[in-house]
């Protein structure tokens, strides 16, 4: 088994995250479909934002990311192409991560305390909907909106997340961002 390392791009500091050969399990994951996420840009980003979908074949994992947005370090993570004016700390992200050692975990708990508790001791919880295999919180941090979804399933060796931060700049696209993570196929 290997491990690789990840950053969690809120802010908040690293988690390890691992993968290990065929990924989560079967089914595929399915496509992404960008639809719900473009339909929900305000009409004042129509032009600065659209979203696209994409693929990351190793977990299996389909999902959809802002177009044209840089990549950065992390496999999965993209900010606002320099220039863009959309917030120094604005991100977005999606991918796996499984807080050490890749194996079967509680991940309703694990989640909690790698994604959940920290942003909902930083700022002001909006919502927080929880399901069987998956969790969605959206806060407010002083002018910033934070939105995390995650799924699981049980017996699986790793966990699916996505995380936007938005700056002021692009606060107003938080319904398009949180579209833009819902219209992740995990895979698991």
């Not at 908040?12 to 992404?32: D, I, L, R, V, W």
């Not at 600065?48 to 959809?64: I, S, W």
């Not at 320099?82 to 708990?109: H, I, P």
């Not at 407010?140 to 700056?167: F, M, N, P, Q, S």
Request: glycine share 14%.
């Amino acid at each position: 088994m290997k491990i690789r390392w990840m950053t969690i791009v809120l802010g908040f500091g690293a988690a390890a995250a691992c993968g290990k050969g065929g990924g989560g399990g079967g089914g595929g994951g399915g496509a992404a479909d960008p639809a719900a996420a473009n339909a929900a840009v305000p009409a004042e980003l129509k032009g600065k934002l659209e979203f696209e979908a994409t693929r990351e074949d190793r977990h299996q994992l389909a999902y959809v990311r802002p177009k044209g947005w840089a990549e950065g370090a992390i496999p999965g993570s993209v900010k606002p192409p320099e220039g863009a004016n959309l917030g120094f700390m604005t991100r977005y992200s999606v991918g796996t991560n499984c807080d050490g050692m890749c194996q079967a975990k509680a991940w309703e708990e694990v989640v909690d305390k790698v994604d959940f508790a920290q942003l909902a001791s930083a700022g002001t919880v909006e919502r927080d909907s929880k399901s069987s295999g998956g969790r969605t919180m959206v806060a407010t941090i002083g002018d910033r909106k934070e939105i995390v979804v995650a799924w699981w399933k049980a017996g699986a060796d790793h966990y699916v997340v996505c995380r936007a931060t938005l700056e002021k700049e692009l606060a107003a696209a938080a319904p398009a961002f949180e579209a833009a993570c819902n219209a992740t196929r995990p895979g698991l």
